[in-house]
């Protein structure tokens, strides 16, 4: 009791008390919300981490990955769109966008999914662009083509830096979600869990985390949203 903790609602910034008696994961409580211009509100919160039982994932990260359905908004965006997937749990999760807690300062209006989907957007843009300029020819057939060797380097070196951004970011996301539910890293991967998960499986990665840090059973996934969840979805703290 007595904790006090920011909620964003409506974009919207509120500083909950918990209320005499304390709560337990998963509890739902009433408690007056002060905000950020001294008003007071009446607001239902849910203590969010109970939709997933501390120290284990909710589920598996690949047979799992169709749970909700074939054409579940988050399954169908970590497919399709693994690093906006990504950027939503950022923003769940209170994140930044390298994928490490956000301490110090306010989660409210966390741009972490605006510039992971910038960078994203540059990066398919700046490709489409140079497949423009000069289509890649059949592998081995570059000097028939007249393949200019500088498109060649400019092609690579943006698939390597966004394939070392997203493995990264993945990685410490991954991590940071597994802190924040204190779950152990399997010690069979040799505290290489994460990583593993985020180069060889980023769409199953993306959807388990997805998975995790949302409760898919009450609120319904919105593809195009921020965090991935409906505004009336609460807070996860």
Request: with cysteine.
């Amino acid at each position: 009791a007595g904790y006090t903790f920011e909620v964003e609602h409506a974009n919207k910034m509120y500083y909950v008390t918990v209320p005499e008696g304390g709560v337990r994961q998963g509890d739902r409580f009433e408690a007056p919300a002060a905000m950020e211009d001294g008003c007071d509100l009446n607001y239902h919160m849910y203590v969010m981490k109970g939709v997933a039982v501390e120290g284990q994932w909710k589920d598996h990260w690949f047979k799992d990955f169709f749970k909700y359905g074939y054409c579940h908004a988050s399954s169908c965006c970590a497919l399709w769109c693994t690093p906006l997937s990504m950027g939503q749990t950022m923003v769940r999760a209170g994140l930044d966008w390298l994928g490490d807690p956000i301490r110090g300062r306010s989660t409210v209006l966390n741009p972490a999914f605006k510039i992971v989907a910038a960078i994203y957007g540059f990066y398919v843009i700046f490709s489409f662009l140079l497949e423009i300029i000069s289509p890649t020819p059949p592998a081995g057939q570059e000097d028939e083509y007249n393949y200019p060797p500088e498109i060649a380097f400019l092609k690579a070196f943006a698939d390597i830096v966004f394939s070392l951004y997203t493995m990264f970011a993945m990685t410490k996301a991954r991590e940071s979600v597994r802190h924040k539910f204190n779950i152990p890293s399997d010690e069979r991967c040799g505290g290489c869990e994460d990583f593993l998960c985020a180069a060889f499986c980023s769409c199953c990665t993306a959807a388990q985390l997805s998975r995790q840090v949302n409760s898919f059973e009450e609120y319904d996934a919105v593809c195009f949203s921020e965090s991935g969840s409906p505004e009336n979805a609460p807070k996860l703290i």
